[in-house]
């Protein structure tokens, strides 16, 4: 058995006159699946998640450092890249001496 459509009334901007379209399925329009993303060797960015998986972290400078990124840019790929696209959970604490070093948990 199927479901029947919804119409919705719109009027044509060249005569005025109503036509019915079928308005969208609010439950077809659901959010995408986000892909499952490969992480390669070698790249930046995998050397960004290795900094932040040891067990005491990295901190913006130690991540410049190894990257030659400038700092917004390690902000940024933290939140973008690792946060949204990859769904790490990168935390950041303040360390006495050392600042705030930023981590995720280890896979």
Not at 19 to 43: I, M
Not at 67 to 89: E, Q, S
């Amino acid at each position: 058995m199927t479901k029947p459509t919804k119409t919705q009334i719109t009027h044509t901007a060249h005569t005025g006159v109503p036509t019915e379209q079928p308005t969208p399925n609010v439950a077809s329009e659901a959010e995408p699946k986000p892909k499952s993303r490969t992480l390669r060797e070698g790249t930046k960015q995998a050397k960004l998640i290795a900094m932040l998986r040891a067990p005491e972290g990295a901190t913006i400078e130690e991540i410049m450092a190894a990257t030659n990124w400038a700092a917004h840019t390690i902000r940024g790929a933290m939140a973008r890249a690792l946060k949204k696209k990859l769904g790490l959970d990168v935390t950041s604490e303040k360390v006495d001496g050392r600042g705030r070093c930023y981590k995720t948990p280890a896979t």
